[in-house]
């Protein structure tokens, strides 16, 4: 039976083979400590101790020994005679199978390590079975007790014994769990699973890639509850029967995953029954919440758009009011006059009134004019009653589907009595005044749901009115669902924070490990320590800040003071620079396709090797190369398979039956990193660093309109006129784009900026992070620096924010001789009293037990009146005000910013170019897997252009390098986003007859031209 394939012959490469190395590389690896050289000492032979260096040196880079041969390795062995025996002759021949194993044998001493044997493979099962239950994903599991043997000090052992340890450990979980719910799953729910399977229709309509809802409609809303009342009874069964299965949020995720993407067929093809139910199981489990988010969304669009409408309305009625109570004063003004008219008798004085005001009208006039009815608020609630059926219609439906729970008792009382009226269908005005709950809402509020009316025995008495009751409800209920004080407990996004948090009593038992486990150092801080740290800093800056422009060296800053001298407003300009994009140097390569580029990167880079078929271990269908780079155009470009079979070489069948099996998500991404990879090996790449730091990375929402309605797609006149649209939110470092995530246009981005740094899994590691004001917010400068990032956003209005922002640990009087001060102190005993719980919610950040996004939307919209959330609010208040004044006080801080943030613009510009080509920046996706595929092939297509003309790009660098180092120089800020010298449309070619692009001959074309043109270059 084959083994189960997990990692790419590169990444076994990687873990197995000797690693090849430049030359600082080996400076690194080949540095001996003190250690060493005694070790050194015990040998007696140069040949010997040439192989203890290499050895250790392949060790440090792997965590791994080889057998090797000196003359296969002879640069590294120059490399380490020249350094330490230069007299010494290279040797002629391999030192005994005895002292190398001799010289591993003093190393594993050193490094206090150990073989892996017998007893501790029986270990690894055992820690395989429980990281499996933990998440099934092979790759996952492999990196997991790769992980476990560095900890234990042991070498990993070979590729092939993993291999069978995973395999065995994912049959050993899967196993268990078909087993344990054959065993504890009632026969009706085994009935109702088995149910799903036998009726086509029903389980399509589950379907998430099919069904999905699509927009706010009250077709697609009814649709939505129909399918939560379909599945309703079996997901309440599940939340029983799941904690008894002992499966794990990630895994239930992935078995809903392959049910959603597994035929009817397949799934009754099965050979265990049992694993069928359990995919289905999980998938109804995952089903009903993902529908829960798109029904709570859908209630607060609908209240939403009602008030955006009651607001109309009432401007409409204020200003009709208006205009009238204007024209009543006018006459008031014209009959007043009379009084004083002398050439008006006084026997005529009654006759010119009422020839302004005809006496038949007279008193309505003057009861109008005495009580104007300028109660703005009672033309909404008018607006509310006459809309009472449409409120009906549309929200009663959610509002009986969900199940809300607020941290307002009051208004629970409020949520309870509305459910049990309706359900009851009891008329409103049957109950007394007394009955009904009404401490939930502004008191200010109460006239307009009350009204009086006489009772059976005359008498006049208090009523409320039911259709403004149940609107101020939902109103209410919205507010909540906005400001955290109501939850959804039974869906993904809408839950309360304590649900998205690490179990509290776990972590009362095991924060040490926790943190440990973390390798976050400034979460293991002690927190006196932590603000003592960050008091000298910020001490130190203030002094710096304000001293450089005092002495003048700040030249940057402009400061307007008024006749006494007295400070009036500094501020801070900054200049926008180019982004270097579609530079001329470009205009002078040859004209390509995008086929070509992509095949090139293909043939390169070898990234098609990502895209696996869906069913892994049941087909040996590999992808072919044409068929795929046809299929990522056509998803990148918004082109349907019946239009893209007629202006490409690929047959509509082969584009469908890829498009099925081989396109998805996880194999773009994976696609996309690989390109990367190769891209960041290219010599040119760290010249493109912009700081000594490190690798500095940008974010940034690009808007797109939707060709088709889904539920991310919102309304905004502005960028999509009279489409929807959504927000492809981007990761962009050293012109590369790292990740993305489509979101929302109603989402706000600063939500995402730690998820979307967190999501790069490729090997290029980011230092800062640079974002324009949307990515700021309540908590983002916190948690960004205790994940070990630097938050570098570029302000507007600086001096506005720095006035309003600014704080520090002494006294702020202490500053009133500065033009950079702060204007509130740190409430220093708040942050180390809440510090535990601090620690809670960055440790539950970190472990990614929910998405990261979801907590920091709680956090950062959340009503300030919870301890824990101010003292995070003031420990973000250091972070920003440490940043703040770096950004003041550094005009080289603020331009590597621009920098960064031109460079994701023009990424934006690339992508925009690219999903232009079936006209208009739109994407074609149908729901949000498709919407992520879109996103997802237009990065790939990016990538593969950037790493086409970085190619190019780094071999010329490389050649001037040695001939003309100026001109290297120029190449460097020469941009890799340039697209006029590729074509994105017309007839696409992917069969070509396997001719590929020579990059060596355009190298050598360029090279050989009279004088290549750097003019007009980037930054």
Same mark, same amino acid.
């Given at each position: 039976? $084959?083994?189960?394939?997990?990692?790419?012959?590169?990444?076994?490469?990687?873990?197995?083979?000797?690693?090849?190395?430049?030359?600082?590389?080996?400076?690194?690896?080949?540095?001996?400590?003190?250690?060493?050289?005694?070790?050194?000492?015990?040998?007696?032979?140069?040949?010997?101790?040439?192989?203890? /260096?290499?050895?250790?040196?392949?060790?440090?880079?792997?965590?791994?020994?080889?057998?090797?041969?000196?003359?296969?390795?002879?640069?590294?062995?120059?490399?380490?005679?020249?350094?330490?025996?230069?007299?010494?002759?290279?040797?002629?021949?391999?030192?005994?199978?005895?002292?190398?194993?001799?010289?591993?044998?003093?190393?594993?001493?050193?490094?206090?390590?150990?073989?892996?044997?017998?007893?501790?493979?029986?270990?690894?099962?055992?820690? $395989?079975?429980? /990281?499996?239950?933990?998440?099934?994903?092979?790759?996952?599991?492999?990196?997991?007790?790769?992980?476990?043997?560095?900890?234990?000090?042991?070498?990993?052992?070979?590729?092939?014994?993993?291999?069978?340890?995973?395999?065995?450990?994912?049959?050993?979980?899967?196993?268990?769990?078909?087993?344990?719910?054959?065993?504890?799953?009632?026969?009706?729910? @085994?009935?109702?699973?088995?149910?799903?399977?036998?009726?086509?229709?029903?389980?399509?309509?589950?379907?998430?890639?099919?069904?999905?809802?699509?927009?706010?409609?009250?077709?697609?809303?009814?649709?939505?509850?129909?399918?939560?009342?379909?599945?309703?009874?079996?997901?309440?069964?599940?939340?029983?029967?799941?904690?008894?299965?002992?499966?794990?949020?990630?895994? /239930?995720?992935?078995?809903?995953?392959?049910?959603?993407?597994?035929?009817?067929?397949?799934?009754?093809?099965?050979?265990?029954?049992?694993? $069928?139910?359990?995919?289905?199981?999980?998938?109804?489990?995952?089903?009903?919440?993902? #529908?829960?988010?798109?029904?709570?969304?859908?209630?607060?669009?609908?209240?939403?758009?009602?008030?955006?409408?009651?607001?109309?309305?009432?401007?409409?009625?204020?200003?009709?009011?208006?205009?009238?109570?204007?024209?009543?004063?006018?006459?008031?003004?014209?009959?007043?006059?009379?009084?004083?008219?002398?050439?008006?008798?006084?026997?005529?004085?009654?006759?010119?009134?009422?020839?302004?005001?005809?006496?038949?009208?007279?008193?309505?006039?003057?009861?109008?004019?005495?009580?104007?009815?300028?109660?703005?608020?009672?033309?909404?609630?008018?607006?509310?009653?006459?809309?009472?059926?449409?409120?009906?219609?549309?929200?009663?439906? +959610?509002?009986?589907?969900?199940?809300?729970?607020?941290?307002?008792?009051?208004?629970?009382?409020?949520?309870?009595?509305?459910?049990?009226?309706?359900?009851?269908?009891?008329?409103?005005?049957?109950? =007394?005044?007394?009955?009904?709950?009404?401490?939930?809402?502004?008191? !200010?509020?109460?006239?307009?749901?009350?009204?009086?009316?006489?009772?059976?025995?005359?008498?006049?008495?208090?009523?409320?009115?039911?259709?403004?009751?149940?609107?101020?409800?939902?109103?209410?209920?919205?507010?909540?669902?906005?400001?955290?004080?109501?939850?959804?407990?039974?869906?993904?996004?809408?839950?309360?924070?304590?649900?998205?948090?690490?179990?509290?009593?776990?972590?009362?038992?095991?924060?040490?490990?926790?943190?440990?486990?973390?390798?976050?150092?400034?979460?293991?801080?002690?927190?006196?320590?932590?603000?003592?740290?960050?008091?000298?800093?910020?001490?130190?800056?203030?002094?710096?800040?304000?001293?450089?422009?005092?002495?003048?060296?700040?030249?940057? #800053?402009?400061?307007?003071?008024?006749?006494?001298?007295?400070?009036?407003?500094?501020?801070?300009?900054?200049?926008?620079?180019?982004?270097?994009?579609?530079?001329?140097?470009?205009?002078?390569?040859?004209?390509?396709?995008?086929?070509?580029?992509?095949?090139?990167?293909?043939?390169?880079?070898?990234?098609?090797?990502?895209?696996?078929?869906?069913?892994?271990?049941?087909?040996?269908?590999?992808?072919?190369?044409?068929?795929?780079?046809?299929?990522?155009?056509?998803?990148?470009?918004?082109?349907?398979?019946?239009?893209?079979?007629?202006?490409?070489?690929?047959?509509?069948?082969?584009?469908?039956?890829?498009?099925?099996?081989?396109?998805?998500?996880?194999?773009?991404?994976?696609?996309?990193?690989?390109?990367?990879?190769?891209?960041?090996?290219?010599?040119?790449?760290?010249?493109?660093? +912009?700081?000594?730091?490190?690798?500095?990375?940008?974010?940034?929402?690009?808007?797109?309109?939707?060709?088709?309605?889904?539920?991310?797609?919102?309304?905004?006149?502005?960028?999509?006129?009279?489409?929807?649209?959504?927000?492809?939110?981007?990761?962009?470092?050293?012109?590369?784009?790292?990740?993305?995530?489509?979101?929302?246009?109603?989402?706000?981005?600063?939500?995402?900026?730690? =998820?979307?740094?967190?999501?790069?899994?490729? =090997?290029?590691?980011?230092?800062?992070?640079?974002?324009?004001?949307?990515?700021?917010?309540?908590?983002?400068?916190?948690?960004?620096?205790?994940?070990?990032?630097?938050?570098?956003? @570029?302000?507007?209005?600086?001096?506005?924010?720095?006035?309003?922002?600014?704080?520090?640990?002494?006294?702020?009087?202490?500053?009133?001789?500065?033009?950079?001060?702060?204007?509130?102190?740190?409430?220093? !005993?708040?942050?180390?009293?809440?510090?535990?719980? /601090? +620690?809670?919610?960055?440790?539950?950040?970190?472990?990614?037990?929910?998405?990261?996004?979801?907590?920091?939307?709680?956090?950062?919209?959340?009503?300030?009146?919870?301890?824990?959330?101010?003292?995070?609010?003031?420990?973000?208040?250091?972070?920003?005000?440490?940043?703040?004044?770096?950004?003041?006080?550094? !005009?080289?801080?603020?331009?590597?910013?621009?920098?960064?943030?031109?460079?994701?613009?023009?990424?934006?510009?690339?992508?925009?170019?690219?999903?232009?080509?079936?006209?208009?920046?739109?994407?074609?996706?149908?729901?949000?897997?498709?919407?992520?595929?879109? $996103?997802?092939?237009?990065?790939?297509?990016?990538?593969?252009?950037?790493?086409?003309?970085?190619?190019?790009?780094?071999?010329?660098?490389?050649?001037?390098?040695?001939?003309?180092?100026?001109?290297?120089?120029?190449?460097?800020?020469?941009?890799?986003?340039?697209?006029?010298?590729?074509?994105?449309?017309?007839?696409?070619?992917?069969?070509?007859?396997?001719?590929?692009?020579?990059?060596?001959?355009?190298?050598?074309?360029?090279?050989?031209?009279?004088?290549?043109?750097?003019?007009?270059?980037?930054?």
């Amino acid at each position: 039976m $084959a083994r189960l394939s997990i990692l790419t012959q590169e990444e076994i490469d990687s873990l197995y083979s000797i690693p090849h190395l430049d030359d600082d590389e080996r400076s690194f690896l080949f540095t001996l400590d003190d250690e060493d050289r005694l070790n050194l000492n015990t040998l007696k032979t140069v040949p010997r101790k040439i192989n203890y /260096i290499l050895q250790r040196g392949y060790y440090q880079a792997t965590n791994y020994f080889f057998r090797f041969s000196f003359q296969k390795y002879k640069t590294d062995v120059e490399f380490i005679l020249k350094t330490y025996f230069p007299d010494a002759p290279f040797p002629k021949k391999q030192i005994s199978k005895n002292y190398h194993y001799k010289n591993r044998a003093l190393l594993m001493k050193k490094y206090g390590l150990a073989d892996s044997n017998n007893e501790f493979e029986k270990r690894l099962i055992k820690e $395989a079975r429980s /990281i499996a239950k933990r998440h099934v994903l092979p790759k996952f599991v492999l990196q997991e007790l790769l992980s476990f043997c560095l900890q234990q000090n042991v070498l990993r052992p070979s590729y092939s014994t993993l291999q069978e340890l995973v395999s065995s450990a994912l049959n050993d979980e899967r196993d268990r769990l078909i087993n344990k719910l054959y065993r504890d799953a009632s026969k009706g729910l @085994r009935d109702q699973l088995d149910n799903l399977l036998e009726n086509d229709e029903l389980f399509y309509n589950l379907t998430l890639i099919k069904k999905d809802q699509k927009n706010f409609s009250t077709t697609e809303i009814l649709k939505s509850v129909a399918k939560q009342e379909m599945i309703r009874e079996i997901y309440d069964k599940s939340q029983k029967l799941i904690p008894k299965l002992g499966i794990s949020e990630q895994n /239930i995720i992935y078995y809903a995953n392959l049910a959603e993407f597994y035929t009817i067929q397949k799934l009754k093809q099965l050979n265990n029954k049992n694993q $069928a139910r359990l995919l289905i199981l999980c998938y109804v489990y995952h089903r009903l919440l993902k #529908i829960n988010d798109h029904l709570v969304t859908s209630i607060t669009q609908k209240v939403n758009k009602y008030t955006d409408n009651g607001n109309e309305y009432q401007k409409s009625k204020v200003d009709i009011v208006e205009l009238v109570d204007k024209e009543l004063r006018n006459k008031a003004c014209k009959v007043l006059a009379i009084n004083i008219n002398q050439s008006i008798t006084d026997e005529h004085i009654r006759e010119k009134a009422f020839y302004i005001i005809p006496e038949m009208e007279y008193k309505k006039f003057l009861t109008d004019f005495k009580k104007p009815n300028f109660s703005r608020e009672s033309y909404r609630w008018e607006y509310y009653k006459n809309i009472a059926l449409s409120v009906k219609r549309n929200i009663r439906p +959610l509002f009986k589907a969900l199940n809300f729970t607020t941290e307002v008792d009051k208004l629970n009382d409020a949520a309870k009595f509305l459910k049990q009226h309706i359900e009851n269908s009891q008329s409103f005005r049957s109950y =007394d005044y007394d009955e009904i709950p009404l401490g939930f809402f502004p008191k !200010s509020t109460l006239k307009f749901l009350t009204y009086k009316t006489k009772d059976s025995n005359d008498k006049t008495v208090k009523k409320i009115d039911g259709d403004c009751y149940e609107f101020m409800v939902y109103l209410q209920l919205t507010k909540g669902i906005s400001d955290g004080t109501v939850f959804i407990k039974d869906s993904i996004s809408f839950r309360a924070l304590e649900d998205e948090l690490i179990d509290i009593e776990y972590w009362s038992k095991n924060k040490k490990k926790i943190l440990k486990q973390l390798n976050l150092p400034l979460l293991s801080m002690e927190i006196t320590d932590l603000l003592s740290f960050l008091q000298e800093n910020l001490d130190k800056k203030y002094g710096e800040v304000n001293k450089r422009i005092d002495n003048g060296e700040n030249t940057s #800053i402009k400061i307007k003071y008024n006749k006494k001298g007295e400070l009036i407003k500094w501020t801070l300009p900054y200049t926008a620079s180019d982004n270097g994009v579609n530079n001329p140097f470009f205009e002078q390569l040859p004209v390509t396709s995008i086929g070509n580029v992509l095949r090139f990167s293909s043939e390169s880079t070898h990234f098609l090797k990502k895209f696996s078929h869906i069913l892994p271990r049941n087909s040996k269908t590999k992808p072919s190369t044409e068929v795929i780079n046809a299929c990522i155009v056509a998803n990148a470009t918004g082109i349907e398979t019946k239009k893209m079979k007629d202006i490409c070489d690929v047959g509509e069948q082969d584009l469908d039956n890829a498009n099925k099996n081989f396109i998805r998500y996880s194999n773009l991404w994976s696609g996309s990193e690989t390109i990367m990879e190769h891209t960041a090996k290219l010599s040119i790449f760290d010249e493109y660093n +912009l700081s000594d730091y490190g690798i500095h990375a940008s974010v940034d929402g690009q808007k797109f309109a939707t060709k088709y309605n889904t539920i991310k797609s919102r309304h905004s006149k502005k960028y999509f006129g009279m489409l929807k649209g959504v927000v492809l939110f981007s990761l962009n470092a050293n012109h590369l784009p790292l990740c993305l995530k489509v979101i929302g246009a109603n989402e706000h981005e600063s939500h995402y900026l730690l =998820d979307i740094v967190e999501s790069n899994t490729s =090997d290029i590691e980011i230092k800062a992070v640079s974002g324009d004001m949307h990515s700021i917010n309540r908590v983002n400068f916190a948690l960004m620096n205790m994940f070990g990032y630097r938050f570098m956003p @570029r302000f507007t209005h600086l001096s506005d924010k720095a006035d309003n922002n600014l704080v520090s640990f002494d006294n702020i009087s202490e500053h009133n001789k500065h033009i950079i001060k702060p204007s509130k102190k740190v409430n220093k !005993s708040l942050i180390i009293k809440e510090w535990d719980n /601090i +620690l809670r919610i960055l440790a539950s950040l970190a472990l990614k037990k929910t998405t990261q996004s979801q907590i920091v939307r709680k956090l950062s919209s959340y009503k300030k009146t919870n301890p824990t959330l101010k003292a995070l609010i003031a420990l973000d208040e250091i972070f920003m005000t440490d940043y703040m004044l770096d950004y003041i006080n550094s !005009s080289e801080v603020r331009s590597v910013v621009q920098k960064s943030l031109c460079r994701g613009e023009s990424y934006h510009q690339l992508s925009s170019t690219i999903a232009k080509v079936s006209g208009g920046r739109m994407i074609s996706g149908k729901n949000e897997i498709e919407l992520d595929i879109n $996103a997802e092939s237009i990065r790939l297509i990016a990538n593969a252009v950037i790493y086409y003309n970085a190619t190019i790009l780094s071999s010329l660098y490389d050649h001037f390098l040695k001939v003309d180092p100026d001109k290297a120089k120029e190449i460097i800020r020469l941009s890799p986003v340039a697209w006029q010298h590729i074509s994105f449309i017309g007839n696409y070619e992917f069969y070509n007859g396997g001719k590929s692009i020579n990059i060596q001959e355009v190298i050598d074309k360029l090279l050989a031209s009279s004088e290549i043109d750097f003019s007009s270059v980037s930054q």
